[in-house]
DNA sequence: CAAGAGATCATCT
DNA sequence: GATGATCTCTTGA
């Protein structure tokens, strides 16, 4: 089943466990795709200085303070595309980033999106996942419980999980070392050990 | 293999 | 005007 509104009013840390060995869900007019997420980071709210929420409210962070369950997706580096599901209460800006998924349906299309036809090279990083995934600023904001993206429970126990700092968030002080950033164990399909 | 640079642009100062 | 929740390619050992 979709995974209801419920889920992502969780803590963000919890949301970010409980979405290991969950399967995300892209609905798209040239094919379908879906990957089993094995990677995630959580971004916990406006103290955390690697979450973008904690430079205040504006346009480009306004989707975190809405409803959880929904998608929070922004531009970086000039090139890539994130992908972050919203969580927790409406005016509490927090959200969970998609960091790695394993390519399970819609290879083919994967492929061609990455230019690459190694299955461990589709999706095993935020930016690779957004082009394997055909996702952008477009769908910023969209509801996770509609039928454009989403993330499905098929009621499997949560995956065997490590925890590391998150990657690439240097600049936030004491938050950086904090173990936010959730892998599945054994998996080769992880951006990174 | 590990390390480093470069690509490129939306967002906020 | 600076910088970033990244990726890829090149370099050198």
């Not at 089993?36 to 690697?50: K, S």
């Not at 580096?77 to 919203?86: E, K, P, S």
């Not at 910023?140 to 990657?167: C, W």
Request: contains cysteine; charged residues 25%.
């Amino acid at each position: 089943m979709k995974l209801p509104r419920s889920f992502y009013e969780q803590t963000t840390i919890e949301v970010a466990k409980q979405l290991l060995g969950k399967y995300l869900v892209r609905k798209h007019p040239e094919g379908n795709a879906v990957g089993r997420i094995v990677e995630t980071e959580a971004y916990v709210g406006p103290q955390d200085l690697a979450c973008h929420a904690s430079k205040g409210r504006t346009a480009r962070t306004e989707v975190m303070f809405g409803p959880a369950g929904r998608a929070y997706v922004y531009f970086i580096y000039g090139f890539y595309n994130m992908l972050n599901l919203v969580t927790e209460a409406r005016n509490y800006p927090a959200a969970v980033l998609i960091r790695a998924v394993e390519p399970m349906d819609g290879i083919e299309l994967m492929k061609e999106r990455r230019k690459s036809s190694v299955l461990r090279n589709l999706a095993s990083g935020p930016g690779k996942l957004c082009q394997a995934f055909s996702v952008d600023r477009t769908l910023n904001g969209a509801d996770l419980s509609g039928n454009v993206l989403y993330v499905e429970d098929l009621g499997e126990p949560v995956p065997k999980f490590r925890a590391t700092p998150r990657i690439g968030v240097d600049y936030a002080g004491k938050w950086k070392a904090k173990p936010y950033r959730f892998l599945v164990r054994g998996s080769e399909f992880v951006s990174k050990l």
